[in-house]
T-cell receptor, first 115, second 114 residues
């Protein structure tokens, strides 16, 4: 079956532009996570959805970052007024269950470069 | 604050050798410890995971050793192959949390020489 897909795979933005990154989780998966992976580092948690409810946004680095999952399936991570420090790979992961430990399946990521 | 520390940063092993990667954690509330494998341009993929009620878990050539008192765990790759060349991340999670979010180590780049 299809895994987690993300689009676009690569995004180049000029400093100050807004960007939107899309995640299509595995069908039927309740939980959806966003992580940020800087070059040469491990992924860092940004936010978590259980169905359409955003239960944890403690990892969002600033109020320029916003995520939504309005129908409990596809999710969008939006970054407003991008800065150079936002350059990273943004990973989406989904898991079957909600609120418990389950294998997280990762997408290939979106590589964002802010010039 | 680095909650999960991973070492070494990079590792070179000959084909057929044993690759060992170590992780240490600080938060005793962590109760799920997965290892992820990541190839260039791909997302991380779960390799093997362990809970603290066991000291060792083996799946094929991959073994996790867990030392609860020392708050350390390690990944052993037996009979390492060139196809194992990738970046490996340890991670930890709290089962009591309502999210299951993962805290990752910094990663180890493994190169297996033919």
């Amino acid at each position: 079956g299809a895994g987690v897909s993300q689009s676009p795979r690569y995004k180049v933005a000029k400093r100050g532009q807004d960007v939107a990154l899309r995640c299509d989780p595995i069908s039927g998966h309740v939980s959806l996570f966003w992580y940020q992976q800087a070059l040469g580092q491990g992924p860092e948690f940004l936010t978590y959805f259980q169905n359409e409810a955003q239960l944890d946004k403690s990892g969002l680095p600033s109020d320029r970052f916003f995520a939504e999952r309005p129908e409990g399936s596809v999710s969008t991570l939006k970054i407003q007024r991008t800065q150079q420090e936002d350059s990273a790979v943004y990973l989406c992961a989904s898991s079957f269950g909600g609120g418990r430990i389950d294998t997280q399946y990762f997408g290939p990521g979106t590589r964002l470069t802010v010039l | 604050q680095q909650q999960v520390k991973q070492s070494p940063q990079s590792l070179i092993v000959q084909k057929g050798g044993i690759s060992i990667i170590n992780c240490a954690y600080e938060n005793t509330a962590f109760d799920y410890f997965p290892w992820y494998q990541q190839f260039p341009g791909k997302g991380p993929a779960l390799l093997i995971a362990i809970r603290p009620d066991v000291s060792e878990k083996k799946e094929g050539r991959f073994t996790i050793s867990f030392n609860k008192s020392a708050k350390q765990f390690s990944l052993h790759i037996m009979d390492s192959q060139p196809g194992d060349s990738a970046t490996y991340f340890c991670a930890a999670s709290k089962g009591s949390s309502n999210t299951g979010k993962l805290i990752f180590g910094q990663g180890t780049t493994l190169q297996v020489k033919p």
